[in-house]
């Protein structure tokens, strides 16, 4: 009698252990709906996803306005936290962020430790960044070369392994221009995007000594939005959001909004509207 007991009692922990963990397994839209805010890390100040109003001190930009959708569609109020290369999968594991929008494009090692809602919202590579007479016209040219980036890029694998570049990591691409322009590198690598604001935007008179290298992206890589590590609940709501995105044309309007190049965006909308979306590999299985 008394074993049937145990039995019994080791059957009904068994059960309420199958329900509860994957009740208990992601609680981030649950908190975030209790504090009535989402914190999101988006890049600082690096025009056009990250844009700083001289009069407010308040960040804006593209990624904020992708934040503030998602706000919205959750009915709670948004803040942005600023992160750097350096900080900012440590800001999401410690729970100082909700929510990743940056542009961290997917990578093994990121798939690894974090986890992401698989369509991504842009498909974004590297450009170079160099002066018009430092004679680097392809990637190839950075052979023995000093290329800057930002600490944590995945575009430093492929520049050394691939390219025989010297590599130097920096803090965020603001040091990583000023480093070029004070002859510390030879190029500058970051998203192709944020190298084109560079050239093009409100500060292009200073950049006029300067070009992209070559029109060719350096690895090419879906731009996810990151979540923590088997968040399941939260990565398939974002995700679904983001679909939306695509099949809607929002995400071209922002584009056009901020001087985004919106080639992937034009593309991935008309394959949204026949229910088609690309995705990033699926999630590592690694602890």
Known sequence: MQKKTVFTLLIWLASTLLIVQPAMADATLEKIKKRQKIVIGV???????????????????FQYDLGMDIA????????????????????????????LI??????????????????????????????????????EDLRGKVACVSQGSNFTKPLQEK???????????????????GGVCDASVHVQPALYETLHGEQALEWAAFELASQDQLIPSPTVIWT????????????????????????????????????YMRAAKLNAEQGLFDAAPPQSSSN
């Open 102 to 139: 940056a542009n961290i494009q997917w990578t093994q090692e990121r798939s690894e430790i974090l986890s992401y809602a698989q369509t991504p919202y842009n498909m974004v590579g590297g450009a170079a960044l160099v002066s018009k007479n430092s004679g680097i016209h392809k990637w």
């Open 43 to 61: 890049d600082g100040i690096s025009p056009p996803f990250g844009i700083l109003d001289p009069v407010t001190g308040k960040l804006g930009g």
């Open 163 to 181: 390219y025989g570049a010297i590599v130097k990591g920096l803090r965020g691409i603001p040091e990583s221009l000023l480093a070029l322009r």
């Open 228 to 263: 923590r590590r088997n968040e399941t609940d939260t990565t398939a709501w974002v995700n679904e959001v983001i679909r939306q995105w695509h099949q809607s044309g929002s995400l071209q309007v922002l584009s056009e909004k901020y001087g985004v190049p919106d080639e």
């Open 72 to 99: 919205k569609r959750l009915g709670v109020a948004l803040e942005v936290v600023s992160v750097t290369p350096s900080t900012r999968v440590q800001f999401l594991q410690a729970g100082k962020v909700d929510l």
